[in-house]
């Protein structure tokens, strides 16, 4: 199994509101769970955001903390509620009324990777859920809940910066102004989960960088966003997702010769993003 259920790197100062997170990166694969699988090892990896967590890494520098996950995506999704149980996979779970995200195989405990392609033969039973849930799910999201309330502690608010990819294909009906199509999709559930000037400023850093911002469409940003975005309580919380397609070869799964100059950009947008952070907390601390 892995040797801890999530990485945390903390800066050697907390300068800034800002915390980065990365939910879906994890790739430590369970040889058992390998084994139960019908998938090939680059099948299962598709439900992956493969190396976010290292496009991301610099954050400690500009005193954000980063948490990141170890379990990959298709062993446990955090990125939904531990109540979105699938009675398709799942011994045991009645079902209940749909919820689209469970319905399609994409809950807690996936029934699916990618394409809807199935991960396993049969069922597995309720006790290994509710083992994944309790080894994995909870430790992370009590770690982001710590993190969140430090944050509020000493800068009076938090951002939450939750940090996924996308597939390229997912971009292909979206087009923006001029026929561009958006290298960067930001969530914040159409403006229920993170203030209007926070999303601004992030669309204003990548902006910035020289990439291409959408909104909400066609990721408005999941269970994460959802759960932890409150601005009426100065807590806010942005999706991202980056194109893959923009730093690896989505077939083969390796990093294309364009990571190293994008992680170099996206250090960039970091420092733009924690200064946000910063702004704020100097901004409320001369209330």
């Not at 990439?211 to 942005?238: C, D, E, K, W």
């Not at 294309?256 to 704020?280: C, H, K, S």
Request: a negative charge; charged letters at 20%; glycine letters at 8%.
């Amino acid at each position: 199994m892995f040797d801890a259920p999530y990485q945390l790197e903390m800066p050697d100062a907390r300068t800034t509101s800002v915390i980065f997170a990365s939910p879906h990166s994890g790739r430590a694969y369970p040889a058992s769970f390998l084994q139960n699988a019908i998938l090939d090892a680059n099948e299962i990896r598709s439900s992956e955001d493969a190396f976010v967590d290292l496009l991301y890494a610099d954050a400690p520098q500009y005193g954000a903390p980063l948490l990141t996950a170890h379990a990959p995506r298709a062993y446990l999704d955090l990125n939904r509620g531990p109540e979105e149980m699938d009675s398709g996979l799942i011994e045991g779970v009645r079902r209940v009324s749909q919820n689209p995200r469970v319905a399609s195989g994409l809950g807690v405990v996936p029934r699916v990777v990618a394409g809807g392609r199935p991960i396993y033969r049969g069922k597995i039973s309720l006790a290994e859920a509710h083992h994944r849930i309790a080894g994995y799910w909870r430790p992370y999201h009590d770690a982001l809940q710590t993190l969140i309330d430090e944050s509020h502690r000493t800068f009076g608010q938090a951002i939450l910066v939750d940090c996924h990819s996308m597939p390229h294909e997912a971009l292909d009906n979206v087009t923006l102004p001029g026929g561009k199509r958006p290298d960067i999709v930001l969530g914040d559930r159409f403006g229920a989960a993170a203030s209007g000037a926070i999303v601004e400023h992030i669309e204003a850093a990548f902006g910035a960088a020289g990439l291409t911002v959408a909104r909400n469409m066609p990721f408005a940003g999941a269970y994460i966003v959802q759960h932890y975005g409150r601005p009426s309580r100065r807590q806010h919380a942005v999706q991202i997702e980056i194109d893959r397609a923009l730093y690896m070869d989505e077939a083969t799964l390796e990093p294309n010769a364009n990571f190293d100059p994008l992680r170099a950009v996206l250090t960039d947008v970091i420092a733009e993003i924690a200064e946000i952070g910063r702004d704020t907390g100097a901004a409320l601390a001369a209330q």
